[in-house]
């Protein structure tokens, strides 16, 4: 196999990977940042203030993100292993 296939499907995996984990990821930036706000603004500073809502929302992110994520896994796995034919000269 040519160089330049492996760095196309390497480059296709790490896109689908990128698709996948940007909106959990921007979740839990998102809720780390409202927790912050909120710490700042009382000046509590308890670690565990911070740690259970972002684990919380990230948990419930990934619950109803799953269908998707587990469509979007088949999807591009079908298309890897559908066609050998460009891997095999």
Same mark, same amino acid.
């Given at each position: 196999? /040519? @160089?330049?296939?492996?760095?196309? %499907?390497?480059?296709? *995996?790490?896109?689908?990977? !990128?698709? !996948?984990?940007? $909106? %959990?990821?921007? %979740?839990?930036?998102?809720? #780390? !940042?409202?927790v912050?706000?909120?710490?700042?603004? *009382? #000046? +509590?500073?308890?670690? *565990? +203030?911070s740690?259970?809502?972002?684990? +919380?929302?990230?948990?419930?992110?990934?619950?109803?993100?799953? $269908?998707?994520?587990?469509?979007?896994?088949?999807?591009? *796995?079908?298309?890897? !292993? #559908? @066609?050998?034919? /460009?891997?095999?000269?």
């Amino acid at each position: 196999m /040519p @160089d330049a296939q492996v760095v196309e %499907i390497c480059r296709h *995996t790490l896109l689908e990977v !990128l698709m !996948l984990a940007v $909106p %959990i990821l921007a %979740i839990a930036v998102a809720v #780390s !940042l409202l927790v912050n706000v909120v710490q700042v603004l *009382t #000046s +509590l500073q308890e670690a *565990t +203030l911070s740690a259970v809502p972002r684990l +919380l929302a990230v948990a419930a992110a990934a619950f109803f993100m799953m $269908p998707w994520m587990w469509r979007q896994m088949g999807q591009y *796995t079908v298309k890897l !292993l #559908s @066609d050998f034919h /460009p891997y095999v000269r």
